[in-house]
Nanobody, 124 residues
Framework: QVQLVESGGGLVQAGGSLRLSCAAS????????MGWFRQAPGKEREFVAL????????YHADSVKGRFTISRDNAKNTVYLQMNSLKVEDTAVYYC?????????????????WGQGTQVTVSS
């Protein structure tokens, strides 16, 4: 089992940047694929990005491609989401999630462990 804790959210102006971190407990973190999801007010949670267990493969949703980058440091048990050129519509609670079965899916149903989320607010 793994516990996930997100940090790095906050208030930023449109066009600005933030880097989210997700710290994981447990020795098996490096074996898991990891994902980031977000949920805006009144909307369903949506996929943002995922990364393979080694970090060699990544996949980003079209809505963030070219602006957001997922990465990981297995030595630090941490996965990151670098967010650049932020837009008002990126405002949401951002969650990291762990995929121990290496399904590499953009469906939240395939992720077994979730953090509590961190709020990102982008102002115009």
């Amino acid at each position: 089992q793994v516990q996930l804790v997100e940090s790095g959210g906050g208030l930023v102006q449109a066009g600005g940047s933030l880097r989210l971190s997700c710290a994981a407990s447990g020795r098996t973190f490096s074996r898991y694929a990891m994902g980031w999801f977000r949920q805006a007010p009144g909307k369903e949670r949506e996929f943002v990005a995922l990364i393979s267990w080694s970090g060699s493969s990544t996949y980003h949703a079209d809505s963030v491609k070219g602006r957001f980058t997922i990465s990981r440091d297995n030595a630090k048990n941490t996965v990151y989401l670098q967010m650049n050129s932020l837009k008002v519509e990126d405002t949401a609670v951002y969650y990291c999630a762990a995929d121990p079965d290496l399904l590499y899916s953009d469906s939240e149903d395939e992720y077994d462990y979730w953090g509590q989320g961190t709020q990102v607010t982008v102002s115009s």
